[in-house]
């Protein structure tokens, strides 16, 4: 960790921080499940993921058609297919729709004569089993995990999302959750929850890490509820951790990552921060830190709700108290459509700190994925790669080509040309430098006709 070891990996984690990774951050579906695809599609031996919300519209690029087309081929092929979908309980049935083992779903599996072995996982009360990962090839020279947020949808691949591909040390950490969670997923000894395979179908743990692939620093972090997991077989040369007790390090690496920045944190979420991740920011800003936060511009109906809602007041003081700071800039991305601009939803769940650190996964910065939640993130300490990964964004966003600017001249032209976009938008003229816009944190989220 010598390119930022300033930026601190977490001590209280099931995976340590491990070097010698090959990394390759993605954004936006249709990249990141042609590169899905085409991995899959090479695979020799093994074809595992987990996932949360599914919708049966969801298709590949390229031709390879619904995800059952994609795994029941690799069943084909011989290889070992395994499926951990989310079931939800009845406090989360309004979630979104899910691959949850129902009448219908079991009906589709027998009219395919499906052979991917599924099993069904719930988590405790209001919260949901949120992980989005694959895992080709497990405990096989050519191992490779993919972690993110993108869920299964033919809308979420037009969503503004991010994956990362690990090849290396740490893909057997992403193994090892795996494993873990197959073997005690909470239905297996249900009538219907399981498919084409039983109780009895457990897996073994990895014995020993994949060969180094690269020269990236990785941490596969968590979060996990108290009591949902209860085997504490160790990753090879992981830590000492009581997954009994829960999992928090996707947490305590934000706080940590947070309070060690120097000069840049650009941040991704689908949500407002909870108040204690929003405390660290106005911090970090009183430092002189620049920060960018990315958001959808227009939120989802239950944001509009909590805005209304004293309860979770809190959450959009804490907003407006960093929007009160001249280094912060709340923006949205919007793209010209039949000579119209149209939000583009942002899903992704990504931060990047000073050029040299970055977190990708499926933990959104509200209460339930930082409360409850199953979730996966890979965190990344290699300059190199945050620093592609910053341009390439920026340039998606922005229009423009950062390269050759450093980091903090970087975020301020973003917040720029956001504050710029945002008075184009507003004098009717549609000629925009790139797709970022400015929102208010005062007005945030504020139903029509209320006076922020």
């Known amino acids: 960790m010598t390119q930022a070891s300033y930026i601190p990996a977490v001590a209280s984690c099931s995976y340590p921080a491990r070097g010698g990774n090959l990394v390759r951050p993605m954004a936006d579906g249709t990249e990141i499940f042609r590169r899905i695809g085409e991995v899959i599609e090479a695979a020799h031996h093994s074809v595992w993921l987990t996932i949360a919300f599914y919708v049966d519209d969801f298709r590949f690029p390229d031709g390879l058609g619904r995800l059952f087309d994609v795994l029941d081929r690799a069943v084909e092929r011989g290889l070992d297919v ?20 129902s009448a219908e779903d079991r009906a589709m599996l027998r009219e395919r004569g499906s052979r991917v072995r599924i099993r069904w ?62 073997n005690e997923a909470s239905e297996r000894a249900e009538a219907d929850g399981s498919w084409a395979c039983d109780v009895a179908d457990t897996l073994p743990f990895p014995l020993a890490v994949s060969g180094p692939r690269g020269t990236s620093t990785i941490q596969i972090q968590r979060m996990l509820h108290p009591g949902r997991y209860t085997d504490r077989h160790p990753a090879p040369g992981g830590n000492s951790f009581d997954v009994a007790r829960g999992e928090r390090s ?26 204690e991740i929003a405390g660290h920011l106005g911090r970090a800003l009183e430092r002189g830190v620049e920060v960018v936060l990315l958001v959808p511009a227009i939120p989802e109906p239950y944001v509009y709700e909590a805005r209304l809602d004293r ?27 039949n000579g119209k601009r149209h939000p583009i939803y942002v899903h992704c769940k990504l931060m990047m700190i000073d050029d040299v650190w970055t977190t990708i996964g499926s933990c959104n910065l509200h209460a339930l994925s930082l409360g409850g939640h199953s979730e996966l993130n890979v965190s990344i300490w290699d300059t190199a790669a945050v620093k592609a990964l910053r341009v390439a964004l920026y340039a998606k966003h922005l229009g423009v080509e950062t390269g050759a600017l450093e980091d ?34 005062s007005a945030y989220a504020k139903t029509p006709g209320e006076v922020p």
């Open 82 to 101: 395994r499926l951990l979908a989310w079931r939800s309980n009845p406090e989360t049935s309004h979630y979104g729709r899910q691959f949850g083992g």
């Open 311 to 337: 309860a979770q007041r809190a959450r959009f003081d804490s907003i407006e108290a960093l929007g009160r700071h001249p280094n912060f800039q709340l923006a949205g991305i919007a793209e010209t459509r």
């Open 408 to 441: 903090r001249a970087a975020l301020q032209l973003y917040a720029r040309i956001a504050r710029e976009n945002r008075a184009r938008m507003k004098r009717g003229d549609p000629d925009w430098q790139g797709a970022a816009l400015s929102l208010s944190p």
């Open 250 to 275: 996707i947490l305590e690496q934000y706080k940590q990552a947070i309070d060690a920045a120097r000069r840049t944190i650009y941040l991704e979420n689908q949500a407002i921060p909870i108040p």
């Open 121 to 182: 996982d719930r988590t405790a009360t209001i919260y949901c089993q949120h992980q989005k990962c694959w895992m080709i090839d497990a405990g096989k020279p050519s191992e490779t995990a993919f972690v993110g947020g993108v869920n299964l949808s033919a809308d979420a691949i037009r969503r503004h999302d991010a994956y990362v591909e690990v090849n290396g040390p740490s893909a057997t950490d992403v193994h090892h959750n795996f494993v873990q969670r197959w």
